[in-house]
């Protein structure tokens, strides 16, 4: 964990305020359209930036994975990076169904010339139903400038070296990191979202939803919850402590190793070149496959998958892509799903343009 972190905290990251010092220039963005798209990406396709790839593996010890230890992680709870100021209301629910999102992985990424952002992480949480993430994608291109609502949701935090919740002196990894102070009491169902309701009868239970403290409930609680109220009536006895979170309330645990994609062997994506992908059962092509084989490059999308292909082959395990610099890209597996630069919103603060920075691959662990 130790050396994935020194990795991921080494990155070189272009800060925001780096354009502060130029002059202010009006945001034209491009015509819209599928032609915009490819004119956004098409530049640059031959031009790879630095990557950096996230591989999950299980931990050695659950303890690494703790919140002072700033890990980058997948599944489990989250290891929130400010434990007490945690995203409540509708910011934590399905804007679809209204249910709790769970979480799916964070990433600490801080910038280092920036002091406010010493430490800086990303956490990406999603609704577990597919019927909302299939209505998340349609109206996110019905309303591509308006605030549609999300099943899937992305929450960035940073705090500067000297905070209330963490040393300002680099850690130790000997067993002896703490934080300076606890976190916010949360949900003993999700073990996610602040716990702010209260169960009324044996005042001990927390939850974030009424759901959760039904399943809680359901689920064992009705038992513990007449055991506390007894014990609490005995003023020798030991309370219980109220039953902790169900492991398969949430996805399992992993942790994100850190690589560069320039590490892997590019020529090991050989066969899954459009090309390749043709003449690996077939060998030298006729004249017929050799016009199939022309029709399948001439096409956007095929060729945007062949070339998708090959990257992610370079590295099949990965589930995250990570790179903040200027001319960074995410890595589409269709052109027809491109978005040009019209189609990303502006900054809902100071309504200046939208970077990438990470993208998300198939987690098949979880």
Same mark, same amino acid.
């Given at each position: ?41 098409? $530049? +640059? ?7 950096? #790839?996230? !591989?999950?593996?299980? @931990?050695?010890?659950?303890? %690494? &994975? ?45 910038? $280092? +010339? ?7 992480? #990303?956490? !990406?949480?999603?609704? @577990?139903?597919?019927?909302? %993430? &299939? ?232």
């Amino acid at each position: 964990m130790e050396s994935s972190a020194k990795k991921l905290s080494s990155l070189r990251i272009t800060s925001l305020d780096d354009d502060d010092d130029e002059t202010e220039v009006p945001h034209q963005p491009p015509p819209a359209g599928p032609s915009a798209a490819a004119a956004d990406y098409d $530049d +640059d396709e031959d031009e790879e930036v630095d990557v950096t #790839l996230g !591989v999950l593996s299980k @931990p050695k010890h659950p303890g %690494l &994975l703790l919140r002072h230890l700033f890990p980058s992680k997948a599944g489990g709870i989250p290891a929130w990076l400010d434990p007490v100021n945690l995203p409540s209301g509708k910011s934590s629910c399905c804007g679809f169904c209204g249910e709790p999102l769970q979480f799916v992985l964070q990433i600490y990424a801080p910038i $280092d +010339d920036n002091v406010a952002a010493f430490h800086r992480a #990303l956490f !990406v949480f999603m609704c @577990p139903s597919m019927a909302c %993430l &299939l209505r998340d994608q349609h109206e996110q291109w019905k309303h591509k400038h308006g605030n549609p609502c999300r099943s899937v949701k992305v929450f960035r935090c940073q705090l500067p070296r000297t905070n209330a919740f963490y040393s300002a002196q680099p850690l130790k990894h000997d067993g002896s990191d703490k934080p300076l102070c606890p976190g916010a009491p949360v949900c003993h169902w999700c073990g996610t979202w602040k716990g702010d309701k209260i169960c009324s009868s044996c005042k001990k239970a927390r939850y974030c939803s009424e759901k959760h403290q039904a399943l809680h409930w359901r689920s064992g609680h009705k038992n513990d919850c007449l055991q506390i109220i007894s014990s609490s009536a005995a003023s020798n006895s030991v309370v219980p402590a109220v039953g902790k979170v169900p492991a398969r309330t949430s996805w399992p645990e992993f942790e994100i190793e850190i690589d560069y994609e320039g590490t892997f062997d590019s020529d090991s994506g050989d066969e899954n070149n459009s090309k390749s992908l043709v003449m690996q059962r077939h060998g030298k092509p006729d004249v017929m496959m050799q016009s199939w084989m022309d029709q399948f490059e001439a096409d956007a999308d095929n060729k945007c998958w062949a070339s998708f292909q090959e990257r992610v082959s370079r590295a099949p395990k990965q589930v995250l892509r990570y790179c903040r610099e200027p001319n960074a890209k995410p890595l589409w597996a269709l052109s027809s799903g491109c978005l040009s630069n019209a189609d990303i919103p502006s900054c809902s603060y100071c309504r200046g343009p939208l970077c990438y920075e990470f993208q998300v691959g198939q987690i098949s662990s979880l």
